[in-house]
């Protein structure tokens, strides 16, 4: 809840980069002085600190440093999620990972990365995209087949061209694999108890699912294509 009240209102981004460093202003006694708020600086206890206040110049370049650590944050971020997802109890009764707690968790989880997604820079978002397609086209586990898919639609509802094109052949080509190798072809009456040989099949189509949320003509451009 912290990260998600934290983010739904600024941008998540690395501003010390080259493409985002503005110029260095040259200070003259008259800019010098006028940068610095010639209003006495007061603490909240009353006293006035001993320390000079700093120039607008100074401020922005603390801030604009301070957001050096947010590339480690996010890749931090996205590792813990999913050690966390693939800690999650073997589906059980209707095909559920746990019980209510889990369930709360993982819903708060998905809303969490779906305002994270909104707030990252484009430079950051390409990153923890590519990092979730690896993750999903090297690991299949039955734990996390919905938590997975999920979060590739978080991605879809930000940028639903760049997810789709990236999800959409990984996922055709290992659907029609599975289907030509007799994924699907056992007959069954339950909806909540997958056959266990039809688990890489439903992996690709969780991920299909979500990167097919909200995607809109993006779907038959690159169908087209």
């Given at each position: 809840?912290?990260?998600?009240?934290?983010?739904?209102?600024?941008?998540?981004?690395?501003?010390?980069?080259?493409?985002?460093?503005?110029?260095?202003?040259?200070?003259?006694?008259?800019?010098?002085?006028?940068?610095?708020?010639?209003?006495?600086?007061?603490?909240?206890?009353?006293?006035?600190?001993?320390?000079?206040?700093?120039?607008?110049?100074?401020?922005?370049?603390?801030?604009?440093?301070?957001?050096?650590?947010?590339?480690?944050?996010?890749?931090?971020?996205?590792?813990?999620?999913?050690?966390?997802?693939?800690?999650?109890?073997?589906?059980?009764?209707?095909?559920?990972?746990?019980?209510?707690?889990?369930?709360?968790?993982?819903?708060?989880?998905?809303?969490?990365?779906?305002?994270?997604?909104?707030?990252?820079?484009?430079?950051?978002?390409?990153?923890?995209?590519?990092?979730?397609?690896?993750?999903?086209a090297s690991t299949v586990r039955t734990n996390t087949v919905?938590?997975?898919?999920?979060?590739?639609?978080?991605?879809?509802?930000?940028?639903?061209?760049?997810?789709?094109?990236?999800?959409?052949?990984?996922?055709?080509?290992?659907?029609?694999?599975?289907?030509?190798?007799?994924?699907?072809?056992?007959?069954?009456?339950?909806?909540?108890?997958?056959?266990?040989?039809?688990?890489?099949l439903h992996w690709y189509c969780s991920l299909l699912i979500?990167?097919?949320?909200?995607?809109?003509?993006?779907?038959?451009?690159?169908?087209?294509?």
């Amino acid at each position: 809840m912290f990260i998600i009240l934290a983010i739904s209102t600024v941008k998540v981004g690395d501003l010390t980069g080259p493409e985002m460093r503005v110029p260095t202003r040259v200070a003259t006694p008259d800019t010098a002085m006028g940068d610095i708020d010639s209003r006495p600086q007061v603490l909240l206890n009353g006293e006035v600190p001993s320390e000079p206040a700093l120039s607008k110049h100074e401020e922005d370049a603390l801030v604009r440093e301070s957001t050096a650590a947010m590339p480690d944050w996010t890749a931090k971020f996205f590792r813990q999620l999913l050690n966390f997802f693939e800690n999650l109890p073997e589906p059980g009764k209707n095909n559920r990972a746990g019980g209510k707690v889990e369930e709360q968790l993982i819903a708060m989880c998905v809303t969490c990365v779906e305002y994270l997604c909104t707030a990252m820079s484009e430079e950051l978002f390409d990153t923890n995209l590519k990092r979730l397609f690896d993750y999903a086209a090297s690991t299949v586990r039955t734990n996390t087949v919905k938590s997975v898919g999920a979060l590739v639609g978080c991605f879809t509802r930000s940028n639903a061209t760049k997810t789709f094109d990236l999800f959409f052949p990984l996922c055709a080509r290992n659907i029609r694999a599975e289907l030509a190798g007799g994924a699907s072809s056992v007959r069954t009456t339950s909806t909540s108890n997958p056959e266990s040989g039809d688990l890489v099949l439903h992996w690709y189509c969780s991920l299909l699912i979500g990167a097919c949320s909200h995607v809109g003509e993006s779907v038959r451009s690159t169908v087209e294509t």
